[in-house]
């Protein structure tokens, strides 16, 4: 079940597995670091995709048989020995640098945060705010609103028109992430109410919570989820 997306391997331990696994005993002395690298590469893995069978996607799995009958790809023991020597080392060696800047990510974002912090409240200790800093309610500077709650069961109404919509997902700390955007049907007085527009700011309510982004251009015939809040300035006051 779901070779397809990968779930192969050569195991180094002995042990017992669920029913949702074949288990294969070698009868060669092939080497099993390059069989690993083998069965789960790209071109073994769309081989998988295209042998197995399923309702749906997330349930297709590969036939027994279907499986047996594979090419495997056999150079010479000694050439096996090198790509697996080669892939181990080099694989190792990129894991190392991804970790490395995925802390190097962690730390530069923990220094945005504290530069803001210095910015607007004058320190880098948020519960040591100057003496002259003045704290009021957000909802005296900006209308809070709640985005519309997602009910994939709900009958759509014949007036209602589908809308691309903001989700948690969407809001990165670099901004809206647009890439992958689902609809959900929306009546005039919601899409009135909903709407968004230049200088509003959302941030999210679930999830990541307090990630936000800021809306710098109007966004006709969009609206948001009620995972975000859409903060919308009043008077004189700025999102920015």
Known sequence: MKAWQGSVGISSLRGIVSGHYICFAPRHSEDARYLNWLLRSTTYTNGYALLSRGVRIGQAEIDNDEFRLM???LPPLGEQRAI???LDRETARIDTLIEEQQRLIEMLRE???DLIRAAILGSANPFSPPAEAAFT???HHFSVTLGKMLDAGKAVRAEDRLLPYIRAGNIQDAGLKLDDVKEMPYSEAEAANL???KGDLLVVEGG???TNALVREDMPGWSFQKTVNRLRPLGNWSSA
Do not use: E, F, K, M
């Open 71 to 73: 090419p495997i790809l």
């Open 84 to 86: 697996a020597d080669y």
């Open 111 to 113: 220094r945005r945060q």
């Open 137 to 139: 309610a957000i909802g």
């Open 195 to 197: 709407n968004l527009l």
């Open 208 to 210: 990541a919570v307090g």
